[in-house]
Nanobody
Framework: QVQLVESGGGPVQAGGSLRVSCLASGGTFSRYAMAWFRRTPGKEREFVAGVTTTGGSTNYADSVKRRFTITRENDKNTVYLQMSSLKPEDTAVYYC????????????????WGQGTQVTVSN
């Protein structure tokens, strides 16, 4: 059983930057592809970014490409999402998720989820 705990969310002004982190425990972190999803009120949880087990490959939603960067440190059991050039439409609860298999964009493929961290971007 893998436990995921996000941190680092908060308020930020449009155009600013923020980094959220996700610390994993209870499993072999390096065996899991990791991803960030987000949810805004009234909308489905959507894929934001993902990284393979080794960190060698990443995938991003079109809406965040060239603004967000996902990285992982397997020796620290942590995955990060560095967000820059933030926009009000990036306001959401951000969740990290772990997938025992391959990196995918489908939330149904992910086995474990954190509780989420709120990111609020204001003008």
């Amino acid at each position: 059983q893998v436990q995921l705990v996000e941190s680092g969310g908060g308020p930020v002004q449009a155009g600013g930057s923020l980094r959220v982190s996700c610390l994993a425990s209870g499993g072999t972190f390096s065996r899991y592809a990791m991803a960030w999803f987000r949810r805004t009120p009234g909308k489905e949880r959507e894929f934001v970014a993902g990284v393979t087990t080794t960190g060698g490959s990443t995938n991003y939603a079109d809406s965040v490409k060239r603004r967000f960067t996902i990285t992982r440190e397997n020796d620290k059991n942590t995955v990060y999402l560095q967000m820059s050039s933030l926009k009000p439409e990036d306001t959401a609860v951000y969740y990290c998720a772990a997938n025992r298999l391959l990196l995918t964009t489908n939330k149904s493929d992910y086995n474990y989820w954190g509780q989420g961290t709120q990111v609020t971007v204001s003008n």
